[in-house]
């Protein structure tokens, strides 16, 4: 029997998906009401683990699109296309049929079934020299046609959405995909990405096509009495006693309950304690080993970073969130005021900073600001 696994690095399921119930709810009503939905939050928030269990509680079909691994237009027609054709062939048994009605309405594509091992399965093979966003258009054009035609509802979800405006902003993507979703009403679409700022202008910008599309899921770090009720469970679980208070505040003071590090400490954690709960020393053991661990990824991450910037998230992991271009935070940067705006933008478009509801400034990864206060004394410029 495979071993529990409470802590997933990866998509959280079954027992391990923890809480996002008011999320997970209205992802649900929006896709039973006909609303499509864009998700947003920092990342390793836990986007795609809350998408797939509401999806999932639904029973509807599904196909999840990936565009991480888009480097082009032509990839990203490609990763569209391909869940086009996973999802025909989840709602169409009868091949013959569902060929001579895709061609009523397709001109750019050629189709074709495959009978294999895993089943029958639609091919779907782009004219040379075709318009990715014409191609994109009418392979969605054709899958709501067929839920149409079977009055079936049906649920696309494109992860790392942004990078359609990075890759192809201008091509006509983003309006072809609008035309569709606007229209369609068997078709469900779900959006979502690792950057907010991008997500933010294809959706909030009056100029670009995707503006009002969808209603908006923001997700936020999973509240600490939830955390505490989990952690208390598996805790019970393991070793038939609760976490120690203390333990589990340590836990959340190093990882800022942000949901993969939570994860990542814990299952570090729970295997490393052996047959007794740990103690607040192993938790910070551990932490610290870790950042030692990701050294190389982190300095990957700052050296993307101008020295203005770098200064501005030493002082922001040492406790200086406000006044950050008022004289003494101006005098101690050696920075001029505008220097500090502009580096402040560019942190938060990067999803190097956020700002909490009382305006202050805080870093979003907490690895990150732990290697900060770890390699950096509070004096450092």
């Known amino acids: 029997m495979l071993k529990q696994n409470y802590f997933p690095l990866g998509i959280a399921k079954g027992n391990a998906f923890c809480n996002r119930v008011a999320e997970k709810n209205l992802l649900i009503h929006n896709i039973e009401s006909g609303k499509h939905t864009i998700v947003i ?84 093979i782009p004219d040379k020299n075709s318009d990715s966003a014409v191609i994109i258009m009418e392979s969605l054009q054709m899958l709501e046609k067929i839920l149409e035609k079977k009055k079936l509802i049906a649920v696309f979800f494109i992860d790392e959405f942004q990078e359609i405006g990075v890759l192809a902003n201008s091509s006509g993507i983003e309006g072809a995909i609008r035309h569709i979703a606007q229209e369609c009403e068997y078709l469900r679409f779900i959006f979502s990405g690792s950057n907010r700022h991008i997500l933010s202008n294809m959706f909030d910008d009056r100029s670009r096509p995707l503006y009002m599309l969808c209603d908006r899921i923001s997700i936020d770090r999973i509240h600490e009495n939830d955390y505490i009720n989990y952690l208390k469970k598996v805790a019970k679980k393991t070793w038939k006693c609760d976490l120690n208070s203390i333990v589990t505040e340590e836990i959340f003071r ?7 590090y939570m994860n990542v400490l814990c299952d570090k954690l729970w295997i490393n304690s052996g047959k007794t709960p740990p103690t607040t020393q192993n938790v910070t ?86 290697a900060l206060l770890l390699f950096y004394p509070v004096d450092s410029n």
């Open 41 to 124: 939050s920092p990342r390793r928030y836990g986007k795609s683990s809350l998408v797939l269990r509401g999806i999932e509680e639904t029973k509807l079909p599904y196909e999840k699109v990936d565009l991480f691994v888009a480097v082009s237009i032509k990839t990203i027609e490609e990763q569209i296309l391909k869940g086009v054709k996973s999802l025909i062939s989840q709602v169409s048994n009868i091949p013959e049929q569902a060929v001579g009605f895709i061609k009523n309405y397709i001109k750019n594509l050629k189709s074709k079934w495959i009978v294999g091992t895993d089943g029958v399965n639609i091919e779907l």
């Open 285 to 370: 053991t551990i932490w610290k080993n870790y950042i030692l661990q990701e050294q190389s990824k982190i300095a990957k991450d700052l050296s993307a970073l101008n020295t203005s910037q770098k200064k501005l998230l030493i002082a922001i992991a040492h406790g200086l969130s406000k006044d950050l271009s008022g004289k003494i935070a101006l005098h101690k940067f050696n920075l001029t005021s505008g220097a500090v705006s502009k580096s402040l933008k560019l942190l938060e478009e990067q999803d190097y900073l956020n700002k909490n509801i009382l305006d202050e400034y805080f870093i979003v990864d907490p690895l990150i600001k732990g």
């Open 254 to 260: 190093l990882t800022e309950r942000h949901p993969y």
